[in-house]
Nanobody, 123 residues
Framework: QVQLVESGGGLVQPGGSLRLSCAAS????????MGWYRQAPGKQRELVARITSDGSTNYADSVKGRFTISRDNAKNTVYLQMNSLKPEDTAVYYC?????????????????WGQGTQVTVSS
């Protein structure tokens, strides 16, 4: 089994910062990509940021210049540094891994999700 454990959410004032972490544990052969998604009440889940195995990153337009995704390959951990937070960033944030558990797993990998962590930006 693979488990993703998130941490770092909370309540912050507009303009503040938070850092989310997500660590994967279990049998992992390789990781194709890691990412963060969010879902606000009444809205669909959306991609926030993603980083691939070669280090390529992409961000939602709404967070470019404010959020930074990074990873620690040795720890199978992905981070999301969120600066200049706005009330519209309020959502449940989910981490996502696309990975291969074994050398014989399909190259496209399988998707795993964290349990979600609440981020609330409010004064």
């Amino acid at each position: 089994q693979v488990q993703l454990v998130e941490s770092g959410g909370g309540l912050v004032q507009p303009g503040g910062s938070l850092r989310l972490s997500c660590a994967a544990s279990g049998n992992i052969f390789s990781i194709n990509a890691m990412g963060w998604y969010r879902q606000a009440p009444g809205k669909q889940r959306e991609l926030v940021a993603r980083i691939t195995s070669d280090g390529s990153t992409n961000y939602a337009d709404s967070v470019k210049g404010r959020f930074t995704i990074s990873r620690d390959n040795a720890k199978n951990t992905v981070y999301l540094q969120m600066n200049s937070l706005k009330p519209e960033d309020t959502a449940v944030y989910y981490c996502h891994f696309n990975l291969r558990r074994y050398s014989f797993s399909r190259s496209s990998g399988y998707d795993y999700w964290g349990q979600g962590t609440q981020v609330t930006v409010s004064s």
